[in-house]
């Protein structure tokens, strides 16, 4: 357990760091960061999950703004993505209060939820440039097959603490839509869906005797340094080869589900 004060300054290199690495991969740095939270900075369960959708909350809006200025806005999709994670979100939130308070159950989920993104990492190739700017497969989604998996993808990042964008954005790039399009709207929804979570559990906590809303220091401390983290990893992606950047995260990631799965 790190000594008063160095928690936070722990907190904010951390995330720092795993922004600067996860940005370039297109991989939420919530990702990485939960199991930081539990093995060193030694947040308890299950404040831990309110605490990193708190990091998300801070973290996103200076990539969100970003992409605005550059005219991306994810569009119709957007609005399509918020609509089934933020109920999502909330319900996801209270199981993770209601049904898995304890640390051995929730180990479990985490290395469910962390295996296949780190395996779609690894071996997914990245988007060959030029694609095609439309979509043909994306088009033949219907909006409430999206909803619906939106939802699913919501209730798991409110189980997790991730907001949601680290699984959507791999199945929609899948479907052929274009990454330009998928990033802005992915993480919109991330931001929608932290903001929606860490006020749930905020309310949970009124009526609830174990510690399950955040840890208000050390999720501004997390956030603050990923904002800044994933503003000088979106910048420095341009010189790091893409196809190496999956690969490495993805590896880390499978390595962190399994131990999650063996303690858990």
Known sequence: MLGPGWTEVVA?????????????????????LLPFQVSVLGTPSP???P???LYNVIATPGAIYRYWRQGQTGGRLTLVLIAGTLP????????????LPGPRVFDLVAGAVLIPIGVWAAVSAPAAAGADATGRLARRVPAPAFIVLAAAVG???GIYGIGGGSILAPVLIGTGRRPAEVAPATLAATF???VAGV????????????QVSPSWPTGIALGAGGLAGAY???RIQSGLPDLLIRRVMGVLVVAIGVRYLWSG
């Open 88 to 99: 999502g979100v909330i319900a996801g939130s209270v199981i993770r209060v209601e049904l």
């Open 155 to 157: 209730c798991v990042g």
């Open 192 to 194: 929608v869906t932290s």
């Open 12 to 32: 904010l290199v951390a995330a720092f760091a795993i922004a600067v690495v996860a940005t370039p991969a297109g991989i939420s740095g919530a990702v990485l």
């Open 51 to 53: 605490t990193n959708l």
């Open 199 to 210: 006020i749930t559990f905020t309310i949970l906590s009124l009526h609830h005797h174990g």
């Open 232 to 234: 000088a990893g979106a």
């Open 47 to 49: 404040s831990v999950t």
